[in-house]
């Protein structure tokens, strides 16, 4: 919860704490508070961090640490002025729990602040947001722009898929959080250097940079009468465009077994070995392909 401005946002020394809230405040303390005093704040919202060091010294110079749920976002120095105020404005793009920590020379007052992520999304600088914190999570979207896309719900329905929720292209709020506390990402079981996982368990398919997820996208594998093959493989040819079978842009990586795009990609395994992807994103998902490059596909 946000600590009131005075005595109750206060951290002082041992000495000065021993001290009930009445005795005012010591002689070399250090506060800080948000303009206003907000419990709450909304999401990409610009609020103000103000704080005063007591009988500051000509060089002394205060430490402000900014955390979201125990994430450390940034520390800046900021040099107080002669009456010992000071002032830095921030935005709020993370979460869920800001907590700015002010420290000069062992002396330290925080404040701390909830932050609410919309229920729903409409254009403008927050869906911008959500589209750039899947992407930095390793969802495609296709768009960092500031609408919800077609793109934007195929990188949902990706997310939700590899996190075990339902297989919708829904959005909701603990997505948004969850992405905002830069987590969710595809964890991939391997590190060579630039290659292809697929869990089929999952239908879910990461493109792999070292063991860094980078691009994950929502798939379809093959069906219970058609599975797609287990194992290691390494691509050998590439298709572009159309072929007479509806493939788009095919990566093969093991006789007539590919990854391509196709009119459909359902939730569930549906193809006749391949691996589906979204015609939207085929072309980006070929181009990164090399031949000679590994695929591993697992449950």
Known sequence: MLLAAGAAALLALPAASAHGAGAGKAADDVSVQIQGNPSRVDLLKKV???????????????????????????????????????KMPLEVNACCRYVIEAENAGKRGSTAFKVDVPKKLSKGPVARLFNRSLQGQGFHTGTKGSRVTFGTRLAIKAFRKTNGMA?????????????????????????????????????????????????????????????????????????????????????Y???????????????????????RNPVSFSRFIYNWVDIGMPIYVYN
Not at 60 to 84: H, M, Q, Y
Not at 219 to 236: C, D, E, I, Q
Not at 258 to 269: E, F, Q
């Open 167 to 251: 297989r919708s292209y829904s959005y909701r709020r603990s997505i948004f959080q969850k992405l905002l506390m830069d987590k969710g990402a595809f964890e991939p079981r391997y590190d060579e250097g630039h290659h292809v996982e697929v869990d089929i368990s999952r239908q879910v398919m990461s493109l792999v940079q070292g063991n860094r997820s980078v691009h994950t996208f929502h798939v379809s594998t093959g069906a219970s009468a058609t599975p797609t093959v287990r194992g290691k493989y390494t691509f050998y040819m590439k298709q572009p465009g159309y072929n007479s079978k509806g493939m788009y842009y095919s990566a």
């Open 48 to 86: 103000f961090v103000k704080g005063v060091l007591t009988n500051p010294g000509p060089t002394d110079n205060v430490f402000i640490t900014v955390s979201a749920s125990g994430r450390e976002l940034f520390r800046k120095k900021i040099s107080p002025k002669p009456d010992g105020s000071l």
């Open 253 to 275: 990586f093991i006789r007539g077994y590919a990854t391509h795009g196709y009119h459909t990609v359902p939730n569930y395994p549906a193809s006749h070995g391949c691996l």
